[in-house]
Structure formats: structure tokens, C-alpha cells
């Protein structure tokens, strides 16, 4: 089993839910972020006073997957999530040892 984790744009996590949905996936979790990476902040315009924002709101998705949908599941997020400029994310890919589904005690991709 694979986590899938994708730092993406805010206004793209709707793009990329419905492309993991129409994929047959069940599940996902979004978290609010904040970070930043090469583009090292931004800099905003309040009031005509200039100030640097050093992190960046973004939004974090989780997705828990079977090895043989690891790639699907990649491919989708970066179709979704991609503008072609500086700042579209990241995404990080770890192995996991074991994943329980609490109601039954499932384990492995039967939890998925």
C-alpha cells in the first residue's frame, strides 16, 4: 500500500476530488497548509503597503491506495492539479506497512 500525499493550489482540490472519484476511489482527507518551497513566500499588496507573506496557504491531500493504483492515482493528481506555473505543489509517495479498518478489523487493501 502507498500514501499519496499532494500539496496543491486551493482552488484546484475540487478538480482533483472529482479525477480520484471518477477513478472509483472511496475515500481522501484535505487539511488546511500553510508552507513554502522555491518560490519562498510572495510578496502582497494591502492598502498600497507592501509586505511578504513567507508561507503560503495551500491545501494537503491524503490518499491511502493499493500498490497497483499508486500511478493511477498520481497521474490523476497531477493532471488536476497542474497550471504550468511556479507554486502548482508537490507530491510525496511512502510505502505502508498496514492499514486497519477500525469497524471491522480489516486490514491491508481490503481497508482501503
Request: glycine residues 10%; charged residues 30%; without cysteine.
Amino acid at each position: 500500500m502507498k500514501k499519496i500525499e499532494a500539496i496543491v493550489r486551493h482552488h484546484k482540490v475540487e478538480e482533483i476530488k472529482t479525477a480520484l472519484v471518477a477513478m472509483g476511489l472511496h475515500g481522501m482527507t484535505i487539511m488546511e497548509v500553510r508552507g513554502f518551497g522555491r518560490q519562498k513566500g510572495q510578496t502582497e499588496t494591502y492598502r498600497g503597503v507592501e509586505y511578504k507573506v513567507d508561507f503560503v496557504p495551500k491545501v494537503k491531500v491524503e490518499v491511502a491506495v493499493s500498490d497497483a493504483n499508486a500511478q493511477k492515482v498520481i497521474d490523476a493528481i497531477l493532471t488536476a492539479a497542474s497550471t504550468g506555473t511556479i507554486g502548482d505543489g508537490k507530491i510525496f509517495v511512502t510505502t505502508l506497512a498496514d492499514g486497519i479498518r477500525i469497524r471491522t478489523r480489516e486490514s491491508g487493501d481490503v481497508a482501503l
